[in-house]
């Protein structure tokens, strides 16, 4: 009788353990429901550089992501890089979360800020929900990856270019930056598929590309030998045409500003760059053959740097192949602002006798093809006028919106990314009464072919660069001071939130900025003008400034 009972418990027992298992069994299927993300963003790319925006560039993959989902037309970033990433990252506006300067913030505010507690990156929402969390590649965010949320990271940060080492003499030559990124991407994921495969990834991939110094493999680079040598003029016009005809934009082409250079003076860097170099986007034919060459030459080396990219994302996406989860995994592309028109010498100097694109020289785009890039919008990097904010945003996700080669003209931001990502994993925020809410809002409906709010507003500001969009009105003011803000005088560092020379502009018509409306519409530049103030207001509030 003993032993009957003995087998009838351990026979119960067996079945309540096969319940729990099936029961555990049940929740990992259906944690696999959830979608995956990857998350790719470019440093200084700008919006007509890949082929599916009107690029000559050869982008096959981007351009595939683009034929298989939604691209936007309307995507905005916020003018530089930490700014950019601290937004993604956390969904909040950079100077809610002291990652930008502002009127008035503390000095602490900026590319060396630090996040509020309240501040927690998408990794640390959904870490605790079940997802595993990667990044790879560039970080720029105060703190460490490991810190705020991710499993692994390789923070990558190895030296000044894109040919590892910390000086030329201690380089590897068998590395190349872009390259490596997406291989520890692709470890990533290969070891997901080993050790975790019942659960839901999240995953960063930050590319440094094709961000200054311009360095290509020499075998990218000679597949553009020649292609440029026509110049920016050409290549806007051609860009511009493409454009038209994809459906990317309808506004015309914005004329060159011959009097606008890089954003910080670097006179004695310029001289040791040669008489190859120029720091204005001149009319093409105003150029000397030296020039021209010089210059076309470095096209070519950022032409190079984005085809290496695009090589690189592809061998990611056949990672997702292989693991037979592309299709449910919602992947984003995106650049962090838009073509740089920076001139500058960093790390370990320039060598005017070494190849062009190699290790030891270092060479930037400049203001002529940067203009050129950031077809058919006016100015770039660091200035808030569209050239400066508009990035491509490409979205594939078969298994979440049916989709595939459309346009989407919805007025969105990098703020929308962390929205999106949380609501479309089915995470909510835990309660906080510290922490404000979301300035941006999920992209469900946008991805579904809804319209987002028609007089959605979005503020900016970048280093006394200033803008306001709403619904299709935008003001925006350009700050006179030029080099970095440390460096600027007493008057330009004690700028207040009011005083900008505002001018405004309807997109709907002239994304361009051609045709300033403020003499015309002087309600409408008040209302707005004090719009962006108290946002401004709420924003340092939110970041604990009184």
């Excluded at 030998?225 to 454009?243: C, E």
């Excluded at 370990?348 to 919008?377: K, R």
């Excluded at 939130?497 to 709907?508: K, M, T």
Aim: proline fraction near 6%; glycine fraction near 10%.
């Amino acid at each position: 009788m003993g032993l009957l009972r003995s087998q009838f418990f351990g026979l119960l027992g067996c079945f309540l353990l096969l319940g729990l298992v099936s029961r555990d069994m049940g929740q990992l299927a259906a944690a696999d429901q959830r979608p995956n993300f990857l998350i790719i963003i470019a440093d200084d790319m700008g919006f007509s550089d890949a082929g599916c925006y009107g690029g000559e560039i050869r982008t096959p993959n981007l351009d595939a992501l683009a034929e298989q989902g939604v691209r936007f037309t309307q995507f905005y970033n916020t003018a530089r890089c930490w700014p950019t990433r601290g937004a993604l990252l956390t969904g909040f506006y950079p100077q809610q979360i002291g990652r930008d300067g502002m009127p008035t913030a503390p000095r602490s505010f900026g590319g060396s800020g630090k996040r509020p507690s309240w501040a927690k990156t998408i990794a640390e929402y959904l870490k605790p929900a079940g997802y595993r969390t990667y990044h790879s590649g560039k970080w720029h965010v105060d703190g460490k990856p490991l810190e705020n949320g991710f499993d692994l990271s390789d923070e990558t940060s190895r030296g000044p270019g894109f040919f590892d080492g910390l000086s030329h003499k201690d380089r590897d030559p068998n590395y190349y930056r872009t390259i490596h990124t997406a291989q520890h991407a692709i470890d990533c994921l290969q070891q997901h598929a080993r050790e975790f495969a019942g659960q839901p990834f999240f995953h960063y991939l930050a590319f440094h590309a094709p961000h200054f110094p311009l360095h290509a493999l020499p075998e990218d680079i000679a597949v553009y030998d020649g292609v440029y040598d026509d110049g920016w003029d050409a290549l806007r016009t051609k860009r511009h045409a493409k454009q038209r005809q994809l459906g990317i934009t309808s506004t015309d082409l914005s004329a060159l500003e011959p009097e606008v250079g890089p954003p910080y003076d670097f006179p004695e860097q310029l001289a040791q760059l040669g008489e190859g170099e120029i720091n204005r986007p001149l009319a093409w034919k105003e150029l000397s053959a030296t020039q021209r060459q010089f210059q076309s030459d470095k096209m070519e080396i950022h032409a190079a740097m984005i085809d290496r990219m695009d090589q690189e994302i592809g061998r990611v996406v056949d990672q997702l192949r292989k693991m037979q989860v592309l299709d449910n995994t919602f992947i984003c592309f995106l650049s962090d602002n838009g073509a740089s028109a920076e001139i500058m010498v960093r790390g370990d100097g320039h060598d005017p006798q070494a190849p062009m694109g190699s290790a030891a020289s270092y060479l930037c785009l400049g203001p002529g093809f940067s203009s050129a890039a950031n077809t058919p919008f006016r100015r770039h990097k660091t200035w808030v006028h569209e050239g400066g904010i508009s990035t491509p945003f490409i979205v594939r996700w078969p298994e979440g919106t049916r989709e595939r080669n459309v346009l989407r003209g919805n007025i969105a931001h990098v703020i929308d990314i962390a929205p999106t990502v949380l609501d479309l994993a089915g995470v909510e925020l835990p309660a906080d009464p510290d922490r404000p809410e979301f300035p941006g809002m999920s992209l469900r409906s946008a991805l579904a072919g809804q319209d987002l709010a028609s007089q959605r507003e979005l503020w900016f500001y970048h280093e006394g660069n200033r803008a306001l969009r709403v619904g299709d009105w935008k003001i925006v003011h350009a700050n006179a001071a030029r080099g970095f803000p440390w460096a600027r005088s007493p008057e330009a560092q004690s700028e207040s939130l009011g005083g900008a020379n505002w001018q405004l502009y309807n997109l709907a018509t002239d994304r361009a900025e051609q045709q300033d409306l403020s003499a015309v519409h002087r309600e409408r530049v008040d209302q707005m003008s004090q719009r962006w103030q108290a946002m401004g207001r709420q924003f340092l509030d939110d970041a604990g400034v009184r």
